[in-house]
T-cell receptor, first 113, second 115 residues
Framework: KAGVTQTPRYLIKTRGQQVTLSCSPISGHRSVSWYQQTPGQGLQFLFEYFSETQRNKGNFPGRFSGRQFSNSRSEMNVSTLELGDSALYLC????????????FGEGSRLTVL | ELKVEQNPLFLSMQEGKNYTIYCNYSTTSDRLYWYRQDPGKSLESLFVLLSNGAVKQEGRLMASLDTKARLSTLHITAAVHDLSATYFCAVDGFTYGGSQGNLIFGKGTKLSVKP
């Protein structure tokens, strides 16, 4: 059974640009969550999607957005990148959504110069 | 504010020794999760503890949950080098602020097992 797949794995952007990250959940999982991991702040919740609807959102500015498609694949977008957006972005999927055991992808490491 | 606190944050131990990592949380959640992260890698689910008094063991790791004390422990028995990693505990944010739910993670405990 394939795990959670995230693309791209690594990317470098400059301030002011935007970036789109993609996540394919485990087959059959309808919930996709996104987390940001930084050395200073640790793991912080961005948002959760279930059946194409955003059900929960963390405390991040509006520059961070996401969406989910009918096949449960999800994308997150960060516009007007700032240096502080450099982080590992982790996508996780779960069967039923909400809080529960999450299965994480390998992450997308974003560096903003 | 919902908090999840782990201690210690750094742990250096010798092979063969025992040690315990502690996870305190402030929510009323009765579900707790332990994850492992190797450097540059993703998070791997280790244990899911679903009720008060739950105890789970896998190899040299044993996790327990005391919901009344809002405390979970991850006990390491006879540590080996392969256990070197960062360990995170997490709790449901479900009951906090009435949200649909997400996980609130501790800062992580970086474990280094030396021969």
């Amino acid at each position: 059974k394939a795990g959670v797949t995230q693309t791209p794995r690594y990317l470098i952007k400059t301030r002011g640009q935007q970036v789109t990250l993609s996540c394919s959940p485990i087959s059959g999982h309808r919930s996709v969550s996104w987390y940001q991991q930084t050395p200073g702040q640790g793991l912080q919740f961005l948002f959760e999607y279930f059946s194409e609807t955003q059900r929960n959102k963390g405390n991040f500015p509006g520059r961070f957005s996401g969406r989910q498609f009918s096949n449960s694949r999800s994308e997150m977008n960060v516009s007007t990148l700032e240096l502080g957006d450099s982080a590992l972005y982790l996508c996780a999927s779960s069967l039923l959504g909400g809080a529960g055991e999450l299965f994480f992808g390998e992450g997308s490491r974003l560096t903003v110069l | 504010e919902l908090k999840v606190e782990q201690n210690p944050l750094f742990l250096s131990m010798q092979e063969g020794k025992n040690y315990t990592i502690y996870c305190n949380y402030s929510t009323t959640s009765d579900r707790l999760y332990w994850y492992r992260q190797d450097p540059g890698k993703s998070l791997e689910s280790l244990f899911v503890l679903l009720s008060n008094g739950a105890v789970k063991q896998e190899g040299r790791l044993m996790a327990s949950l005391d919901t009344k004390a809002r405390l979970s422990t991850l006990h390491i028995t006879a540590a080996v080098h392969d256990l070197s990693a960062t360990y995170f505990c997490a709790v449901d944010g479900f009951t906090y602020g009435g949200s649909q739910g997400n996980l609130i993670f501790g800062k992580g405990t970086k474990l280094s097992v030396k021969p």
